[in-house]
């Protein structure tokens, strides 16, 4: 049938697939990080208080006080790329392009800073996406993390006159490919240390205790993934989590706590990881990398090495195609 001349472009069909990433700021400098957190910590999926309350705290405490003290963490992990969060997340990206047939395009975005979920949203739909897929970069399910992101994509598929057909990745904390991924480049990591570790430590991103208490899978999620990879490894690890903030009960035991209790115990040689990170970030490079390094020295330890992220190595890149393609299942040809 003949199109009438005025019709509006036909772009062929395709399938998108949306990676999404907390986030980060464009920059190392204060007043970049200032905004950054300021939409990270408005967020009422991240800080559950109530806005009347919570505002004047982070607009005439938090955020007076906190944006130097990250800006200097960033600075001390930036690199000639940028943040390394959003450079190892755009490599994912452009390893993965290709990797489902020519029909699908991969792109990504993060909820909290550039490139926005709406933005790329929009971009996957404008190229002609009628079915795309979410995926949250979150092994394990919080609603401040796998929640908000898919939030932001909802939001936005509500102004859409012409919504495409969504799905979205589910956690894979337990998912073998994951676990056999991590697996792969832990071990390889260790064999390349100049020093056997007495020690394992699995590090996950803290939660206020009061998220379990509401329901949130997390702190099972990220038990169970410790579980399967020592079993996989055949080795006992010790699990923690990180990065608290504010006077709350946190998931404990605590990352800092524990190094530094390791060490005064007798531990000299000790190797640290962070399995719910798809990509290393400030939590991991600056948090665990260096200043993880100096508490356990600084209490008695000798040997301490922090163990990357599955990043865009070779195993996190199996492990992201597949279970990607086995979501886009009745999407793609997959012969």
């Not at 020690?199 to 579980?227: E, N």
Request: glycine residues 8%; aromatic residues 8%; neutral net charge.
């Amino acid at each position: 049938m003949q199109l009438p001349p005025d019709h509006p472009p036909i772009v062929p069909r395709k399938v998108g697939v949306l990676l999404v990433n907390l986030g980060t700021p464009d920059g190392s400098d204060v007043p970049s990080v200032r905004r950054y957190l300021a939409e990270f910590l408005s967020d009422r999926r991240v800080v559950e208080i109530p806005p009347l309350v919570w505002q004047p705290i982070l607009r005439g405490l938090v955020l007076t006080t906190r944006p130097k003290k990250s800006a200097h963490a960033y600075q001390q992990v930036w690199t000639k790329d940028g943040s390394p969060l959003a450079a190892i997340t755009r490599e994912q990206t452009a390893t993965l392009q290709g990797a489902f047939g020519p029909g699908v395009m991969v792109d990504y975005a993060m909820r909290y800073g550039r490139p926005a979920i709406a933005d790329r949203l929009q971009a996957l739909k404008d190229e002609g996406c009628e079915r795309i897929l979410i995926a949250p970069l979150y092994p394990q399910y919080c609603a401040a993390t796998t929640a908000t992101a898919n939030d932001k994509a909802f939001a936005h598929l509500a102004t859409m006159r012409w919504q495409p057909a969504v799905r979205t990745l589910p956690p894979y904390h337990d998912d073998p490919h994951y676990i056999a991924a991590l697996k792969e480049s832990i071990e390889a990591g260790i064999a390349a240390l100049e020093f056997e570790p007495e020690i394992l430590v699995a590090s996950f991103h803290g939660m206020p205790q009061r998220t379990l208490m509401l329901g949130d899978p997390y702190h099972c999620q990220c038990q169970k993934t410790a579980r399967l990879l020592g079993e996989a490894m055949g080795r006992e690890l010790i699990v923690t989590f990180q990065s608290r903030f504010g006077p709350a009960k946190w998931l404990g035991p605590a990352t800092d706590e524990v190094l530094m209790d390791l060490a005064q115990k007798g531990t000299r040689r000790l190797a640290i990881f962070a399995p719910g990170f798809s990509a290393d970030c400030l939590e991991t490079l600056e948090e665990l990398a260096i200043r993880g390094r100096e508490e356990f020295t600084g209490a008695g330890g000798t040997h301490f090495a922090y163990l990357p992220c599955l990043n865009a190595s070779a195993p996190g890149m199996r492990m992201l195609r597949g279970i990607i393609a086995r979501e886009l299942a009745g999407w793609i040809d997959q012969g």
